[in-house]
Nanobody, 121 residues
């Protein structure tokens, strides 16, 4: 079993910053791509940023230049540094990881529990 534990969400003023963290633990053989998704009320969940095991990144157009995704492979942890936050960034943020466990031959996707980010004055 694999668990993804998120932290770092909260309430922030427009223009402020937050740093989200997500640590994977459990019967892990390897962690492949990791990413952050978000979902606001009555919207679809959307990809915010993703990072491969080698460090290649991809961002949604709406967050380019403001958010930075990074990872610490030794800690099986992915981060999302969010700067210049806007009200439209308000959402529940979920981390995602493609993980190969010590039990199964194929990798599987796992999700964190979600952390609320609210940007409001």
């Amino acid at each position: 079993q694999v668990q993804l534990v998120e932290s770092g969400g909260g309430l922030v003023q427009p223009g402020g910053s937050l740093r989200l963290s997500c640590a994977a633990s459990g019967s892990i053989f390897s962690v492949n791509a990791m990413g952050w998704y978000r979902q606001a009320p009555v919207t679809q969940r959307e990809l915010v940023a993703a990072i491969t095991s080698g460090g290649a990144t991809n961002y949604a157009d709406s967050v380019k230049g403001r958010f930075t995704i990074s990872r610490d492979n030794a800690k099986n942890t992915v981060y999302l540094q969010m700067n210049g936050l806007k009200p439209e960034d308000t959402a529940v943020y979920y981390c995602n990881a493609d993980v190969k466990t010590t039990t199964y031959l194929r990798s599987s996707e796992y999700w964190g529990q979600g952390t609320q980010v609210t940007v409001s004055s």
